[in-house]
């Protein structure tokens, strides 16, 4: 008898495999075999793969942790920036048309150590911030004693600028990524020196290298501004070139310059020696303080006949100075000294000028009667008669003394004159507390007569006149202004 055939295989799907887990042999099971363990494989494979990416590459939109060894406490250091690291051309306007060379090194504090190889003694060091966009230090010169604080931020990767402060004064710099200047030589004797390039020129440096430097006795205040400039410069220079900003140049190694407007003036200093220079810049503020008169006296009272000194501190560079004394005299010295001779309170005013702007200050000075003494003498009153206009008095010079009204023509003025000294004498036309012209003439004929010159003050023109007595309060006389010849008549006044 034959065995019935086998139905065939339902129609549907797979059967899924099933994990063995008989512990012995036996018959086959569908699904069982070398292929049980292939699938369980694929999805070990994928979580080892899974978690690898999530090691080395970190969870998507996660930060990704530091690997960090379980045996050790030491955390993770951040990346340093490296871009202000390597050579530099460097200018600055503290060296103007001259480029150096800077070497920048990173160290991994991020702190930086720069070098200068045509400046040796030169020692610069300073930090990063901003993520190393900044650099921020300090810097001495061991050559010249100078030392301040600098500022570089970078623009790209190839380009900074920044600030040096050297003594109050702020310079600065612009760095191009790159060796663009000559490297140090080394020369006999063990010197280092380094030839350096110029934007527009190559020199080269003859045995030690030059550097310009200067200083002033000030670098600022009031014009007219006189300031003193020292050369500091080092490597033995042999020329020196000033351009003190205001269109005016030197060469003096130490010259002494004058600024006369108002402004800010960049000074230059270029030194010379075997075709290598230098140069420095320095600016120097010129102001201009408001004209403003002003005076002290000394004294300012005390018995006739007093003697004072008058002395200028006017404010604003005046360039001409008017004082008028209160009796009459006039002066245009800038520290002027009279005598008063009488008791009064005087009035005394400065008017100082400059470019057309006036400014005026009064004072007044009091003098006593002079002291009596026990055994005066008696001085005879000159006396002159009205007939005689020639006649000859002893002491009639005295009688031009004093104040007048005057008619020159058909107007009537007001004339002083003051003591004469020997047979000079002089005066003024305008009143006490102001005038318009000056008068200075030679007395003769016993001084009964006065002939001379005067100036118009304002209009600064000038003429010949001669006044006579006529008796001790009257006098007659002639003066010629601007070629037309008027008659004088004076008459003395009772002050």
């Known amino acids: 008898m034959s065995a019935p ?19 012995g042999g036996g018959a086959p099971v569908p699904g069982k075999g070398h292929q049980k363990f292939l699938i369980p494989a694929i999805i070990v494979v994928v979580i080892i793969v899974a978690l690898a990416v999530v090691v080395l590459v970190g969870i998507p939109g996660q930060p990704k942790s530091a690997l960090v060894n379980p045996g050790t406490s030491t955390p993770a250091v951040a990346a340093i920036s490296r871009a202000f690291e390597g050579d530099w051309q460097v200018e600055s306007t503290a060296n103007s048309g001259t480029a150096e060379l800077y070497r920048i090194s990173i160290l991994p504090d ?6 200068v190889p045509a400046w040796p003694k030169m020692q610069i060091s300073g930090t990063l911030s901003d993520s190393g966009s900044t650099l921020k230090g300090t810097f001495s010169d061991g ?9 570089l931020v970078r623009s ?16 600065t710099m612009t760095g191009q990524k790159g060796t663009q200047v000559s490297q140090p030589a080394t020369y006999a004797a063990g010197t ?14 003859q045995g030690s290298s030059i550097r310009a430097g200067f200083n002033t006795d000030k670098i600022s205040g009031s014009i007219p501004l006189t ?13 020196w070139s000033w351009d003190f900003g205001d269109g005016t140049h030197s060469t003096e190694r130490n010259p002494v310059h004058t600024f006369k407007t108002e402004g800010s003036f960049t000074v230059t200093l270029i030194v010379e020696k075997n075709g290598q220079t230098s140069s420095k810049s ?9 004209l403003n008169a002003n005076f002290v006296a000394d004294p300012t009272s005390g018995n006739a006949p007093l003697t004072v000194t008058f002395t200028d501190t006017s404010t604003g560079a005046p360039t001409t100075w008017i004082w008028q004394f209160g009796n009459g005299q006039v002066s245009y ?7 008063y001779q009488g008791q009064g309170a005087y009035t005394v005013q400065l008017t100082v000028e400059k470019g057309g702007v006036q400014s005026k200050k009064s004072m007044t000075i009091y003098v006593n009667p002079a002291p009596s003494v026990s055994n005066p003498v008696t001085t005879a009153v000159p006396k002159i008669t009205t007939s005689a206009v020639t006649t000859t008095v002893s002491t009639a010079s005295g009688s031009f003394v004093g104040y007048w009204t005057v008619s020159v023509g058909s107007s009537t003025e007001y004339y002083t004159f003051n003591l004469p000294v020997g047979n000079s004498i002089d005066g003024t036309f305008g009143g006490q507390d102001f005038s318009y012209a000056t008068f200075k003439g030679t007395l003769s004929n016993g001084g009964t007569v006065v002939t001379g010159t005067y100036k118009d003050i304002l209009l600064d023109v000038t003429g010949p006149f001669k006044f006579s007595l006529t008796d001790a309060n009257h006098f007659t006389g002639t003066l010629v202004d601007s070629g037309v010849t008027y008659t004088v008549k004076g008459s003395k006044e009772s002050i």
Do not use: C, M
């Open 5 to 23: 055939p086998y139905p065939p295989p339902p129609v549907g799907p797979p059967i899924a495999p099933v994990i063995d887990r008989q512990q």
């Open 110 to 115: 991020n702190t930086v150590t720069v070098s």
């Open 143 to 151: 050559a010249t004693g100078e030392s301040g604080t600098f500022t």
């Open 156 to 171: 790209d990767n190839t380009h900074f600028s920044g600030t040096w402060l050297v003594k109050g004064h702020s310079y």
């Open 192 to 205: 280092t020196s380094a030839p350096r390039t110029s934007v527009t020129q190559t020199t080269v440096a």
């Open 227 to 239: 300031v003193s400039f020292s050369d500091t410069s080092t490597g033995l220079p042999d020329q």
């Open 282 to 290: 320095l600016v120097i503020s010129a102001s201009s303080l408001p």
């Open 333 to 339: 010295d800038r520290n002027p000294e009279i005598t």
